[in-house]
């Protein structure tokens, strides 16, 4: 198994509630149940950020659908955040 992460970075398209946050919380968990996918969601003043870890397709497949959700967008080309490495490189690193 190779391990892979993807951070990005989104706007959100109305402001999110606690109740809000709490509903997309726990359809996350029971869509995500019983998956090897890992990983934070954070919201702060109207943005999002989130680091999604796994293998390679699984994150891949989940960004896709997570990409069409319409409580956020992208950010501007020049501002977007897209990050995907394979950690078990950036883990040999710190090994020494």
Known sequence: ?????????SIAT?????????????????????SAITGMLLYRDGFFAQVLEGELKDIEDLFAIISRDERHRRLPPDLFVLVASELDLLMNTFKH
Do not use: F, I, P, W
């Open 1 to 9: 198994m190779s391990l892979h992460c993807l951070v990005y970075v």
């Open 14 to 34: 109305r402001k999110m509630s606690d109740n809000d946050l709490q509903t997309l919380l726990e359809k996350a968990r029971k869509k995500n149940e019983g």
